[in-house]
């Protein structure tokens, strides 16, 4: 081996060092899950919507199936319970998705530059 390739390994080992603490520090820096710039609340209002929409809609069908004048109600709440449900759950992640793009943005800029 020459000077140069000792020179150049014994540079590689100090910059892998085995530093617990500075090998935690360089996890927690890569992490998007602990630095919150992965957001996990879409997925839970996503399913949230999907549980709530099946849900509406048995409870609708058993309304209009029972027959004991729910019927009217049971198709109201197949109708506007599930559009009322979409809606609020679009708002929840409107919020979200000004996030994602807003970082997107600042992304490109920050690669611009």
Known sequence: MTEEQQQQDKTTATQ???NPLQMLNQ???KNDYLQFRK????KLIRFIYIVGTI???ISA???ILSGEG?????VGLLI???LALRVSC???ILGFRLNETLTEVKNLLEKDS
């Not at 957001?39 to 879409?42: D, G, L, N």
Request: aromatic share 18%; glycine share 14%.
């Open 80 to 82: 506007f319970g599930t």
């Open 16 to 18: 892998h060092s085995n």
């Open 90 to 92: 679009e708002l929840l």
């Open 61 to 63: 069908i058993g309304m």
């Open 55 to 57: 849900w509406i809609v």
């Open 39 to 42: 957001m996990e609340a879409p």
């Open 70 to 74: 729910e019927s009217g109600f049971g």
């Open 27 to 29: 996890w927690y820096q």
